[in-house]
């Protein structure tokens, strides 16, 4: 039994199908993302960056230097969705109808971190 659970640990964190690491990271990027390329994610997206940009932009002179490094720690969550892409390759890829929604986090991760800079969070 430990040993089909090995197997089957190595088989779902190899590489996409006849790709090499770096082209299956890519691959797997591409086609988790593929699903949010149409207009309404597209929208979503540009007014999520606008609205931090512009927050942002109008509390530059309140920016709480001691919070930074909180808001990057946090803001490193956000990467945590393609460092999973990255490990588990094989798995991304046969389930990438279920694994693309894992970009939830980077979204959530990302607009909390300009909330924690900026003194707005909690």
């Known amino acids: ?13 190899s590489v996409a199908e006849s790709k090499s690491f770096l ?30 940009f512009l927050f942002l932009w109008k509390n ?25 892409f990255l490990v588990t390759q094989n798995h991304s890829e046969q389930h990438w109808m279920f694994t693309n929604k894992i970009f939830s986090i980077s979204i959530f991760a990302a607009v909390s971190a300009v909330a924690k800079w900026t003194g707005t969070g909690p």
């Open 1 to 13: 039994m430990i040993r089909d659970a090995l197997g089957t640990l190595e088989t779902r964190t």
């Open 23 to 52: 082209t299956g990271f890519l691959y797997i990027l591409q086609k988790n993302l593929s699903v949010y390329l149409n207009w309404p994610y597209a929208l979503l997206c540009m007014g999520i960056a606008a609205g931090c």
């Open 60 to 84: 530059r002179s309140e920016l709480k230097k001691e919070r930074w490094k909180t808001a990057l720690v946090i803001g490193i969550v956000a990467l945590f969705p393609f460092a999973w």
